[in-house]
């Protein structure tokens, strides 16, 4: 062919300035196959060069962050289990000491009114047969190592959760209804 050029990715001769050479063709034989492979191989090393930097930045950038949460890590603030027990009774200590201010409270408020104090005396004692019912419905009593190491936690948690519940209940009685409610009862209003 006058004015052919070999072209070793079609394996044929294409001649030159043709609508063909410029075309992606794929090749016709094993050969042809293997020198295009190659040539694709070499241009895409430069893309393939690139994208290994940024992958390479990229895991710098992952270690340096897995490094500096390590490191953050370290300096932070953790408790055994017999602490997290120690604190959760603590927790339930206050709230127990909170309950008992504002029943005093309620006592010293309500002094005159004797028939209220006796009912209320009578309602803290059955809440806190609730709240030991509860507690055993919460963990039946079975063998201690039954429930773990988180069990005195797990006890404290609870009954501070009761205990928070009863001084929501109790707190009508110091601070009082929004005036307006029909169902006030044994309260008093607001500001009164």
């Not at 992606?24 to 090393?45: D, E, K, L, M, Y």
């Not at 290994?52 to 992952?62: D, I």
Request: glycine share 4%.
């Amino acid at each position: 062919m006058p004015n052919s050029v070999y072209n070793p990715l079609l394996a044929v001769p294409v001649r030159a300035g043709s609508i063909v050479q410029n075309r992606r063709i794929r090749p016709r034989s094993a050969q042809g196959w293997f020198i295009w492979i190659c040539w694709h191989f070499v241009n895409a090393t430069g893309h393939i060069r690139g994208r290994w930097q940024q992958a390479k930045k990229q895991h710098n950038m992952k270690v340096l962050s897995i490094s500096l949460v390590i490191i953050l890590s370290l300096n932070c603030y953790s408790q055994t289990q017999i602490e997290m027990n120690k604190d959760a009774k603590e927790y339930y200590q206050k709230a127990d000491n909170e309950l008992n201010d504002i029943y005093r409270q309620i006592l010293a408020e309500y002094k005159s009114d004797t028939t209220f104090l006796n009912n209320l005396k009578a309602s803290q004692r059955i809440w806190i047969a609730f709240r030991d019912a509860e507690l055993k419905v919460k963990y039946p009593e079975v063998d201690p190592r039954f429930y773990g190491s988180v069990y005195p936690m797990c006890v404290s948690n609870y009954l501070e959760k009761l205990t928070r519940e009863r001084i929501n209940t109790l707190k009508e009685w110091i601070d009082g209804i929004e005036e307006g409610d029909a169902c006030i009862g044994s309260a008093k209003f607001k500001g009164q």
